[in-house]
């Protein structure tokens, strides 16, 4: 008898092609920068259609699996690459976009990585890559600074800071999380007419929090943190209120 699972899943006609990538990267026998066959080839070892070939590449793809490049050449073709922000950004946005993940959630759990990743930091004595924190938080100064801008060094400097913990994984989901609200956060901030206001708080809330992690006050800046992202949604949720 077929479980209800199985039959809500159906078996892809490129699942086996999907699958042999993912045992051939755990095995060591794909590795970062190997050039997969051409869709003629793949198409024959595993017996499907150059279609399913080519909707294959294109899951692995937006997954960040993989990089196609047309022309010719041994740069050319589908390269394996590791970008797993990339597909979890694209998933995380689109769930967002239809409220099957709501924003609140999102925002909660960004507080729990952001938080721990502070105090962690700290802990650790990890200050690699506070530099680079530093010329975000610097280049979100600029007097003439477009939003478009200071909404990409914010998420910036917040991923760089999290990444302070050194825990790829948490770096990952932040760059993930922090690129699923983006949009959402400056939709709304956008629509603000004290966007000169809304700057002047972001740009203090940002001195401090660095400072606290440069001083190595974990607690401090996690509370900094906290309060900063509550505040900025709460800006967000109150503009989207008052819209509708």
Do not use: C
């Not at 200050?127 to 680079?132: D, F, K, V």
Request: aromatic content about 4%.
């Amino acid at each position: 008898m077929t479980s209800s699972k199985t039959a809500s899943t159906p078996k892809r006609t490129y699942d086996a092609l999907l699958h042999d990538i993912e045992a051939g990267l755990r095995s060591g026998r794909i590795k970062l920068g190997d050039q997969l066959p051409g869709e003629r080839i793949l198409a024959e070892k595993y017996g499907i259609s150059r279609a399913s070939v080519r909707e294959a590449m294109r899951i692995l793809d937006v997954m960040g699996i993989l990089r196609s490049s047309s022309g010719s050449g041994p740069k050319s073709g589908a390269l394996i690459i590791s970008e797993p922000s990339a597909g979890l950004s694209s998933a995380l946005r689109l769930h967002v976009a239809s409220s099957r993940l709501p924003v609140a959630d999102i925002v909660e759990t960004r507080i729990l990585l952001e938080t721990w990743a502070a105090r962690t930091a700290v802990e650790r004595g990890n200050s690699t890559g506070l530099e680079q924190a530093r010329e975000f938080l610097e280049a979100m100064d600029a007097p003439d600074i477009d939003r478009e801008t200071f909404h990409a060094l914010d998420a910036q400097f917040h991923v760089a800071l999290s990444a302070l913990a050194g825990n790829v994984v948490i770096e990952t989901m932040m760059e993930s999380l922090s690129g699923s609200i983006r949009g959402y956060v400056k939709e709304t901030l956008d629509a603000l007419e004290q966007w000169p206001d809304v700057l002047a708080k972001l740009r203090t809330q940002h001195h401090a929090i660095f400072d606290a992690v440069q001083t190595r006050n974990g607690d401090h800046a996690a509370e900094l943190l906290h309060s900063h992202i509550v505040w900025l949604y709460d800006q967000a949720r109150h503009q989207s209120h008052a819209g509708s």
